[in-house]
């Protein structure tokens, strides 16, 4: 069965410390990716997705970036992190072309200090 | 674009009680519709989907119809329980360069008393 990893699941960072999320999928191969915020009291923003390897589309125009190393590896970062990073961030995988539907990881929650 | 608008929270029920969250949608093409639920502290399970219109889909006691007509996809339960209590998302499948992407409401966050 397919499985989805995130870590770490809290995080709390100073203002302007780098960031690295990371997310893997188990069980599947060639999959979409997507990275999610949610922030407090908002819904569910996606920031970006990633059909392939090295293959990015951002969603938002922001100080976070994503890079997918690995076809099972999806990975957001930020160099300085802003107070409004704050969030919940979550990891989703979709079988590409194939269905429609998202499955979730367990999330990382952020708070930046 | 596509959009997604769900009925505003808080929703408090009591045990047994008949929920409906209502979710409408508008979208340029024929989307797939979803609901998903967020319990506190996790990441979002998928509770149901319906791909086409007069679909209905159902588990776990919840179901959902869509509907073309009024471009509607209400989740109901005919009995809350306790366990019930958490966010519950309405979204569309928009497909763009090959991945679907997903649009959600903002949720609606159901509490269940004893």
């Known amino acids: 069965s397919q499985t989805i990893h995130q870590w770490p699941a809290t995080l709390v960072q100073p203002v302007g410390s780098p960031l690295s999320l990371e997310c893997t999928v188990e069980g599947t191969s060639n999959p979409n990716l997507y990275w999610y915020r949610q922030a407090a009291g908002r819904g569910l923003q996606l920031l970006f997705y990633?059909?392939?390897?090295?293959?990015i589309s951002s969603e938002v125009p922001q100080n976070l970036s994503a890079s997918r190393p690995q076809d099972r590896q999806f990975i957001l970062s930020s160099k300085k992190l802003l107070l409004s990073d704050s969030g919940f961030y979550l990891c989703?995988?979709?079988?590409?072309?194939?269905?429609?539907?998202?499955?979730f990881g367990p999330g990382t929650r952020l708070t930046v200090l | 674009g596509d959009s997604v608008t769900q009925m505003e929270g808080p929703v408090t029920l009591s045990e047994e009680a008949f929920l409906t969250i209502n979710c409408t949608y508008t979208a340029t093409g024929y989307p797939s519709l979803f609901w998903y639920v967020q319990y506190p502290g996790e990441g979002l399970q998928l509770l149901l989907k319906a791909t086409k219109a007069d679909d209905k889909g159902s588990n776990k006691g919840f179901e959902a119809t869509y509907r073309k007509e009024t471009t509607s996809f209400h989740l109901e339960k005919g009995s809350v329980q306790v366990s019930d209590s958490a966010v519950y998302f309405c979204?569309?499948?928009?497909?763009?360069?090959?991945?679907?992407?997903?649009?959600f409401g903002k949720g609606t966050k159901l509490t269940v008393n004893p």
């Open positions: 990633s059909v392939g390897i090295g293959q």
């Open positions: 979204a569309l499948s928009e497909s763009q360069g090959g991945s679907e992407k997903l649009v």
């Open positions: 989703a995988w979709s079988v590409r072309g194939s269905t429609d539907t998202q499955y």
